[in-house]
């Protein structure tokens, strides 16, 4: 199983991204799925979460603002980010607890990474 995160970059203060994470391989069902976010100097955080059936939480700091979503078709979970802030970059990873057959336990699974910077 792999987890492939895209759609960091460098955007303005104010700007928006949207991050993409498809999941792929042998896959029976996924159930949560949520972005992380881990600055330089600090631990890595729970930014939001969605679970199978579509129930959302988020971190304080981007209530408002974030927006996770998921296909669960293309197995893949989104994060719309929008009025990004300087203290928003980090490194954003996605995660998924994934069943790989029917009797499976359910096992997490990372992403790479994607970096987002939000400067002027």
Not at 15 to 29: H, N
Not at 62 to 89: C, H, W
């Amino acid at each position: 199983v792999q987890l492939q995160a895209s759609g960091g970059g460098l955007v303005q203060p104010g700007g928006s991204l949207r991050l993409s994470c498809a999941a792929s391989g042998s896959i029976f069902s996924i159930n949560d799925m949520g972005w992380y976010r881990q600055a330089p100097g600090k631990q890595r955080e729970l930014v939001a979460g969605i679970t199978s059936g579509g129930s959302t939480n988020y971190a304080d700091s981007v209530k408002g603002r974030f927006t996770i979503s998921r296909d669960n078709a293309k197995n893949t979970v989104y994060l719309q980010m929008n009025s990004l802030n300087p203290e928003d970059t980090a490194v954003y990873y996605c995660n998924a607890v994934i069943k790989r057959g029917p009797l499976a336990p359910p096992m997490t699974y990372w992403g790479q990474g994607t970096q987002v910077t939000v400067s002027s």
